[in-house]
C-alpha cells in the first residue's frame, strides 16, 4: 500500500530552524477527504509540494502511478485562491498548461510524465503523497547502534538517514558539539548490502577512503559519521557512540 519512494527537501536552511520533507507514495487509491484523512493519521498531512521536490518525486516514482493527489485544494473562504491542507497560502508557479481551467475541481495532484499540477475533482479515485515534517538532532548519550536504533524509534521517529548533500552538511553541523569520535547513523550492512534502516534512498554516498565496503568484517556492519573527516566509517556495531536522530516537527 505505500511505495518505496522518499524525498527529502529542506524547508529552511537557517541553521536555528532546519527541516526537512519526507515524502511517501501510498499506492492505495482514495478520493482527495479520504486520503488527507489517511495522511493525517499515518504521517502529517497529504504533502506540500514546490517546483523542486515535485521534480524529484516525478523522476523517482514510477510512473504506473501518473497522478497522485497532494494537499493542493481551494480554499473555502476564497473559490480564487489555491491553498495547501497544512493551511500554507503561497503562490503556486508549477501548473500544467492550462491548468487551473474553469472546471469544477476543487482538488489537486501531480501529474508525474510532466513533474506539473492540475486540478481534479476531489471524488477522483487516486494514489497520493503524504509527508512527514522532521529535522536532525543529536543525541548525546554513549549507546550501540543497536541501542541507538531502539532509543531513537521510542523517543523520536528513526536512526537518522543522511541520504543527501543538504542532510550531512545538517548532520556535520550539528554533531559539532559531539564527545565521541564517530556518531551513529542509520546505515546498517545486512543479506550483502548497504541500506538506511528508514528506507530511505542510498543514491548519495559519503563514504571514507575504505570506500562502501562489500564484505565488510562482521563487527563492523554499521555506519557512523566521523564528523571531523566529513565521511562515513563502517563501525563496530557494539562501541558505544553519541547519535542521530529524526526529530518529528
Known amino acids: 500500500m505505500k511505495a518505496a519512494v522518499t524525498v527529502f527537501f529542506a524547508l529552511s536552511l537557517f541553521r536555528l530552524n532546519f527541516s526537512l520533507r519526507r515524502h511517501f507514495l501510498v499506492t492505495r487509491k482514495m478520493t482527495w477527504i479520504d486520503a488527507q484523512e489517511y495522511c493525517r493519521t499515518h504521517y502529517d498531512d497529504l504533502s506540500t509540494v514546490n517546483k523542486k521536490e515535485a521534480q524529484l518525486l516525478s523522476n523517482l516514482t514510477d510512473v504506473t502511478y501518473q497522478m497522485n493527489w497532494i494537499g493542493l485544494h481551494i480554499s473555502p473562504n476564497n473559490p480564487k485562491e489555491w491553498i495547501w491542507s497544512e493551511g500554507q497560502v503561497e503562490a503556486i508557479d508549477n501548473w500544467d498548461s492550462g491548468q487551473p481551467d474553469l472546471d469544477p475541481e476543487e482538488c489537486g495532484g501531480l501529474n508525474q510524465s510532466t513533474s506539473k499540477l492540475h ?24 549507546k550501540t547502534w543497536d541501542e541507538a536504533l531502539d532509543y531513537c524509534r521510542q523517543k523520536y521517529t528513526d536512526l537518522a538517514s543522511l541520504s543527501s548533500e543538504t542532510l550531512m552538511a545538517e548532520a556535520i553541523y550539528k554533531t559539532k558539539s559531539s564527545q565521541t569520535a564517530y556518531v551513529w547513523t542509520g546505515l546498517r550492512f545486512m543479506a550483502g548490502h548497504w541500506f538506511w534502516v528508514s528506507g530511505d534512498n542510498l543514491q548519495y554516498k559519503a563514504w571514507s577512503a575504505e570506500g562502501e565496503l562489500q564484505c565488510p568484517a562482521g563487527n563492523l556492519r554499521c555506519g557512523a559519521l566521523d564528523s571531523k573527516e566529513k565521511v562515513w566509517k563502517p563501525t563496530d556495531c557494539e562501541e558505544r557512540n553519541h547519535f542521530l536522530c529524526f526529530k518529528k516537527q
Not at 124 to 141: D, G, H, K, T
Open 119 to 142: 486540478d481534479i475533482p476531489c471524488t477522483q479515485m487516486l494514489s497520493f503523497y503524504c509527508m512527514e515534517v522532521v529535522s536532525p538532532v543529536l543525541v548525546r548519550q554513549n
